[in-house]
């Protein structure tokens, strides 16, 4: 199982990323995905959830800006991060929702910086 | 939302010792389905998380049985016996049950 994160970088706020997770090793489409976020120095903040069948869900601080998609014939997971914030700076992981309600896969992580 | 308060926030250890962190969780972690989705993660230094223990005691592949998990309904504990120079890092538990799905603020672990 492997995810690698992909699109972060350094953006003024009020503007737009897109964050992209690429997986291989398993059957992509089977599994839901999150994306979990991690201040600076903080600890782990989950940001949204996919179900394999596309429903999503979201934490109330990002609902509304944020949108998380996937494309299951790419294997990629996607979270387009739209009016960004200073408090949206933050590494993002995507993580893999296993049966037993568990992330049990995680990527190395995203960098997004929100700073004008 | 579910609160995750852990405690402490940092121990230090012997290399060889035992320690035990605390979660407990404002509400109860019972699913409707009757399964308890609490687990355990821990962040090395410079990595992303990894997956210890899942619904509360069940050692995710690969991990040691040196971990190990216990609790139910609020007020869960992980220990760590013979500690190694590889566990030191930070250690978050985490629910599954309910949306939005949140972390306990995390443990520190540094060997003396």
């Known amino acids: 199982v492997q995810l690698v994160e992909s699109g972060g970088g350094l953006v003024q706020p009020g503007k737009s990323l897109k964050l992209s997770c690429s997986a291989s090793?398993?059957?992509?489409?089977?599994?839901?995905m999150h994306w979990i976020r991690q201040a600076p120095g903080k600890g782990l903040d989950w940001v949204a959830y996919i179900s394999s069948s596309s429903g999503t869900v979201y934490a109330d601080a990002v609902k509304g800006r944020f949108t998380i998609s996937r494309d299951n014939a790419k294997n990629t997971l996607y979270l387009q991060l739209n009016s960004l914030k200073s408090e949206d700076t933050a590494i993002y992981y995507c993580?893999?929702?296993?049966?037993?309600?568990?992330?049990?896969?995680w990527g190395q992580g995203a960098s997004v910086t929100v700073s004008s | 939302d579910v609160v995750m308060t852990q405690t402490p926030v940092s121990l230090s250890v012997s290399l060889g010792g035992q320690v035990s962190i605390s979660c407990r969780s404002s509400?109860?972690?019972?699913?409707?389905?009757?399964?308890?989705?609490l687990s355990w993660y821990l962040q090395k230094p410079g990595q992303s998380p990894q997956l210890l223990i899942y619904?509360?005691?069940n050692r995710f592949s690969g991990i040691s049985d040196r971990f190990s998990g216990s609790g139910s309904g609020t007020d869960f504990t992980l220990k760590i016996s013979r500690v190694e120079p590889d566990d030191l890092g930070v250690y978050y538990c985490g629910q599954g049950t309910q949306y939005p799905f949140t972390f306990g603020s995390g443990t520190k672990l540094e060997i003396k």
């Open positions: 509400q109860s972690l019972v699913h409707n389905n009757g399964n308890t989705y």
């Open positions: 619904k509360v005691s």
């Open positions: 090793g398993f059957t992509f489409s089977s599994y839901g």
């Open positions: 993580a893999r929702w296993a049966i037993s309600r568990v992330m049990d896969a």
